[in-house]
Nanobody, 115 residues
Framework: QVQLVESGGGLVQPGGSLRLSCAASGSIFGIRSMGWYRQAPGKERELVAAIISGGSTHYGDSVKGRFTISRDNPNITVYLQMNSLKPEDTAVYYC?????????WGQGTQVTVSS
């Protein structure tokens, strides 16, 4: 059974940095993309960043230039480096791995940006 385990969330001051990690356990084949989404209270879940199987990356407009997504293919791990964090980045961040046949989600990790 596949599980995605996220880590790295927490409380940080505005302007600070955090690095999220998501490690997959179990066998996953035919990965199309690995990415991060977030959901703030009262808002819909939105794409933060994704990295496609060929290596291209996509970012939400609000995080471009501040966040960087990367991956470790052999270990099926995806990272999100978040710099210059703002209070509006506060949300639960979810890891996602999409394959040809399945869509896997992590349990979410809370990121709070506050002074």
């Amino acid at each position: 059974q596949v599980q995605l385990v996220e880590s790295g969330g927490g409380l940080v001051q505005p302007g600070g940095s955090l690095r999220l990690s998501c490690a997959a356990s179990g066998s996953i084949f035919g990965i199309r993309s690995m990415g991060w989404y977030r959901q703030a209270p009262g808002k819909e879940r939105e794409l933060v960043a994704a990295i496609i199987s060929g290596g291209s990356t996509h970012y939400g407009d609000s995080v471009k230039g501040r966040f960087t997504i990367s991956r470790d293919n052999p270990n099926i791990t995806v990272y999100l480096q978040m710099n210059s964090l703002k209070p509006e980045d506060t949300a639960v961040y979810y890891c996602n791995i999409e394959t040809v046949t399945m869509n896997y989600w992590g349990q979410g990790t809370q990121v709070t940006v506050s002074s």
